[in-house]
């Protein structure tokens, strides 16, 4: 199989084709810090979603999980961007049969019984066909695009630019360690046998989960820029948004025990719950289809995150003090921690209250945008804050699943759902289930993870 590296060639074609949609936003930010010129951010913002929904790569990605950081970007551009679906153009027939060759070989019509010219669906680094393989099995093909490791080299230089901008116009939030954990993902998402042993991790996780499925692997089919899977029948969640609040709630809480029940059992999350990344069974069972960001934390983050719900919940000041620093928080003030505890008490608010409740109540999107401008003034006034890197995906995850709670208007103890995951919590078990799980998934046990929660693939 012929090796596919980041090219210059590759990077400069990228620059042009991005500079072409978003190049504008340096130039008019700057124009309105530096010459006082006064910009329309609302038809700024809604011109930059519409360029950068026309091409295919990470920048869709990544303008999505930064919209859902309270104030990593203007308020006008994380709304706007917050809308983005990864659901790019579908890349031709001429086009598949020549991937193809180069993954598989040029026999490679012989390995399926069958292969549809048309995908099925087309994300942001490659897109999908239905086949049947040999023995009869449907499967799942995705194929990346050529080039890949260029368009993402040159999209993270283009997000460091624009990023660094806004962070000399505003110093509400330091970027930095945003920036290198969203680069150090993208890189891995495009290893697709990565997300190969991914998909066998969460296999494993969830195997006693009988709401929740995960499609098998076939090996002999999967590449680094192949990936071959069973395909699982199912529909997009939002078309159960009427269905009877019976079959709403079981859908919820099966997302919930989807996502909580790999990190709070095994330190691991699903750090991009998009809406095209799960389906529906008949059965209103949930499948997971997508596995590339994925990320692997110490037990005593995961430990820290509880002590946090434990600090807001008891008005123990030290505890939540202990539980930012255990997240990678640094030199926290009085007043730093007070801000943090704003946006704390948004996110957990679910969890406090021991009865049945809608998200809606406390963490409506109109509600969390009011949160998010009050943590960004009072961010602003007490001098700013660093997020950790690995804030960047519990954040994600936890705003994105509240997504798809408010949508389905779910009626849920949270309450009690958390209580039950993490009764007798033991970072000690936690930490050899996370070695064993990851041996036996063909990824580096625990010797290997390092402080920040990262692991190496076997050579």
Known sequence: MAEERSSIGGRVRRYAQVGRAVGGLAARLGAERVLGVKLDRGRHAAELKQALGGLKGPLMK???????????LPQEYALELAQLQANAPHMGWPFVKRRMAAELGEDWR????QFEHEA???????QVHRAVG????????KLQYPDMGSVVEA???????????????DRAIDTTDILEEIAERLREELDYEREARHMRLYALMLESEPGVHVPEVVAELTTRRLLTMTWLNGRPILAFRDAPAEVRNRLALNMFHAWYRPFYGYGVIHGDPHLGNYTVRPDNGINLLDFGCIRVFPPALVQGVIDLYHALDRGDRALAVHAYETWGFRNLTREAVDVLNIWAEFIYAPLMENRPRTLEETNSVVYGREVADKVHGELRRVGGVTPPREFVLMDRAAIGLGSVFLHLKAEVNWHRLFQDIVAGFDAR????RQARALEAAGLTPAPAVTAEGSFRHPA
């Open 120 to 126: 099925a669906a087309a994300a942001s680094l490659g």
């Open 155 to 169: 999209d993270l230089r283009q997000l460091k630019v624009i990023l660094g901008l806004y962070g000399a116009y």
């Open 429 to 432: 078990a936690l930490a050899d």
């Open 134 to 141: 040999l023995d009869g099995r449907r499967l799942a093909c």
């Open 62 to 72: 990544v303008a999505q999980i930064l919209s859902t950081i309270p104030d990593a």
């Open 110 to 113: 012989a390995r399926y019984a």
